[in-house]
Every structure is written in C-alpha cells, then in structure tokens.
C-alpha cells in the first residue's frame, strides 16, 4: 500500500508534520487539565470562551502559513530570490494587519464577548485572558509565514522542531504560572503569549544562517512589484473570507453552548479540543497534499497532479479510521483526565457521537483544502464555504431552547455540505488548471 514514490513524498512531509501538528492541540488540552481541576468549572469555561475567541481571530488568517506553502511549492524550483520576494509580500500584509487588530484590540474584545457570552464572571475572565493573548498576534503570524515557507521548500523536520519546541514551552509554562505561581486564566494566557513570542528567536537564527533573506533591492522589489503584490492580497483576501466564515461558524457553536450554562460550554469545550486533535493530525497530509500538488501545478504535471490526490484520499481515510478507533475506547478516559466535575463529564460523554458525525463527514474537506490550497484555487474555496455557511445559517433556525443538543446537528449540516461542495470541485479544478480529463 505505501510503496509507491507518491505515497512515500507524502509519508515524508506529513510524518513530521504529524507530531508538530498534534502538539498544537496538546497545548490546549493541558490548559483544560490544568484549569479543569480548580476550585470552579468557571475557570475552564471561561478559558474555553476565550480561546475560542481567540481561535476565531487566529485562525481567520490562518490561511497565511497555506497560502505561503502554495506560492512556495509552485516557484521552488524556479527562482531562490522569488521565494524570498514572496515571504517579503506576505510579511507586509500581515504586519498591517496585525497593527490593525491591535489598534483595534479593546473594541474587539469587547465586542465580540457581547456578542458570544454573557455578562459575569466567565465573561470578566475571559476579558483578561484575552488581553493578554491579543499581544501574541505579531508572532503567530510571523510563526506561520515562517513554518509555511519551510514546508513549502520541504524542509519539514526543521519546522517539526520548531512547533514543538514553542508548544512544549507553552505547557512547561501552563505548569509553572497555574500550579507554582497560583494563577488562574491569566497564567495560562501569558504562557501562550511567551511561548508564541520565542518564534522571533528561531527566525533571528535562520537569517544569520540563510543571509539571502537580508537583501534589500528584494525587499524594495517586493514593493514595488504591483502586480504580484496585488495577487497576494487578492488571494489572501479570499481566503480571509473563507476562513472568517469557517470561524464564525465555530463561533457561534460556542456562543450558542454558552447559552446553555456553564457546563455545557465546558463540556462542548472539551470536546471541540477532540475535534482539533483529529483536525491537526489530519492537516499534516493536507500539507503534504499543498506542496506536491503545487509543485505538480508548477512543473504542468497532470500526472503527478493525479498521484498525489489518489494518494491524499487513502491517507485521510487511512487516519480517519484511526481516529475512530483510538476515541472509541479511549474517550471515556481521556475526558476524566481533563477534568473531574460529573455534570462535565456525563454532557461531554452523552455528546461525544457527535463529535464521530462530525470527523467522519468533515474529513473529506480537510483533504480537499490541502489539493486546492496548492493549487491556488483560492475563488473555489471562498465560493464554497459561502455556501456551506449559508446551510448552516439555514440549520440553526431550527435549533430549540430548550434541547442543547440540535446544535450539534447544525455543526453536522455545515461539515457535511463542505466536504459534498469540495468533492464536486474537483473535476472543474482539474480541467481548469490542466485542461484535460480528470482520471481521479
């Protein structure tokens, strides 16, 4: 099964790429074991809250490190001062946006707590935590234009390291400021806020190594290069409102769970971090699938181009069957790890045949992402989500008041219409790029 050169490209980039990826979750269920055993369930809603937020804002750009990936893939081969005039024009993007939601920073976080919880206690300490966190910003955009560029001239084992050393800080971090220095949120907040800082160590390092990237008459080209410039921010633009959608959706499952209390938000918390395991771990091959398929779109290879999809769908299926199993028998307990408040546990274990729903139906769009991303098909994408956002708007007007659990069904609507959108895609994006009949 894994024998062919395709299989064993993509076993390559995503193997190491698998254990940077999960660390990523990890982080996050640490700060629920770490919060989970306090004195009050507050505490690990409240975080869960923020994150959330959080997420909603990181991962609205978090199209950076893919669509880095995707010009990287398709120009490696081509041109060194290319690739370095890319990072160039990316980083100029992301730095003004980072000085805006940073200006902005207090009317956000207001905002958007409005809009998702409720006054009191989880809102006043999600608020801090927040707060904290927003200063982060800088460093995780510049974390994934980096670790992109590195996947994208598959220099994965370095960008491995890299994660998992912020990650594994992060956690040491969650231990020393809960436990030893007896805080709360804010501790948890501001071993992330270290934790994602020390990325401008690693990048300092890489410059001095790779002097290249010190190039002024680049960097001047970067700017003036209109059109290629122009390019990037239409093509981040697009996937912005891909991922901001993506994210609202999020979003509002939890403003909707905390509408419930408490401890469904903590419950449904927990959970979602379930969901980010799997999603994690499964991104590794959507990576692997960006850069071969962009490489195979660069070099106008169809064939290579049918290889790597062949090979991205049996390596989802193969993970998805994993995951099933491993959660199967292993859910129960991993949950009375997190946390040991009973009303948590029986709501996250009475839901937890959701979370399955939802992985099995969004599983094929993960590995969609991955062969559009390096494809480019940037419209495609934005066009999709789009209309898979409007079939969960349609979903939740049929959520009850009363029965916290129909919306779940609604996050089930949105996964599935995703992956039946993308599916569809794919023959179209074959024949625009290659304009020949699609053999997958």
Same mark, same amino acid.
Request: net charge positive; proline share 1%.
């Given at each position: ?156 084992? =370095?960008?491995?390291? *890299?994660?998992? +050393?912020?990650?594994?800080?992060? &956690? $040491? %971090?969650?231990? /020393?400021? !809960? ?125 290579? =181009?049918?290889?790597? *999809?062949?090979? +991205?769908?049996?390596?989802?299926? &193969? $993970? %998805?069957?994993? /995951?099933? !199993? ?115």
């Amino acid at each position: 099964m894994f024998t062919a050169a395709t299989d064993r490209q993509i076993l390559k980039i995503a193997i190491p790429l698998i254990f940077s990826n999960l660390s990523v979750p990890l982080v996050g269920f640490v700060d629920n074991a770490v919060l989970g055993h306090l004195s009050s369930p507050v505490y690990l809603a409240s975080a869960g809250l923020g994150a959330i937020i959080m997420s909603y804002i990181l991962f609205s750009f978090g199209f950076i490190k893919s669509t880095t990936t995707g010009f990287i893939s398709q120009i490696d081969h081509l041109d060194d001062l290319k690739s370095i005039r890319s990072i160039y024009q990316i980083f100029i993007i992301t730095a003004g946006i980072s000085i805006i939601l940073l200006i902005f920073k207090d009317s956000l976080i207001t905002g958007l707590l409005s809009i998702m919880g409720e006054t009191g206690v989880i809102n006043n300490n999600a608020s801090i935590y927040l707060d904290i966190r927003f200063w982060s910003i800088p460093a995780v955009f510049i974390r994934d234009i980096f670790i992109g560029y590195l996947i994208g001239i598959k220099k994965v084992s =370095y960008a491995m390291r *890299i994660i998992i +050393s912020i990650n594994l800080l992060n &956690i $040491v %971090l969650d231990y /020393f400021f !809960v436990y030893i220095f007896s805080m709360t949120v804010d501790g948890v907040a501001y071993a992330s806020l270290i934790a994602e800082s020390s990325i401008y160590i690693f990048i300092f390092y890489f410059v001095l190594k790779n002097n290249e990237f010190i190039n002024k008459k680049v960097f001047v080209d970067s700017i003036y290069k209109i059109s290629s410039l122009k390019n990037k921010i239409i093509v981040n633009g697009n996937m912005f409102i891909r991922s901001i959608i993506l994210m609202t959706c999020f979003a509002s499952f939890m403003s909707f769970s905390a509408n419930y209390g408490e401890i469904v938000l903590a419950a449904n918390t927990i959970l979602l971090n379930f969901f980010f395991i799997f999603s994690y771990g499964i991104d590794a091959f959507a990576h692997a699938s960006e850069v071969l398929v962009g490489n195979s779109v660069g070099e106008k290879n169809s064939s290579k =181009y049918d290889l790597v *999809i062949k090979s +991205s769908f049996k390596f989802t299926y &193969i $993970v %998805l069957i994993l /995951f099933l !199993v491993v959660f199967l028998f292993f859910s129960s307990n991993i949950i009375n790890v997190i946390t040991d408040h009973k009303e948590v546990i029986t709501i996250a274990s009475e839901n937890i045949i959701f979370l399955f729903l939802i992985v099995i139906f969004g599983s094929i769009a993960f590995c969609i992402d991955g062969i559009l991303i390096g494809a480019l098909q940037h419209t495609t994408m934005r066009n999709i989500m789009i209309l898979s956002g409007l079939i969960y708007s349609i979903s939740i007007l049929f959520i009850s008041q009363e029965n916290y659990v129909t919306i779940w069904y609604a996050f089930i609507a949105f996964f599935g219409a995703r992956s039946v959108f993308l599916l569809l895609s794919l023959k179209g994006i074959r024949r625009s790029i290659f304009g020949l009949k699609s053999y997958v």
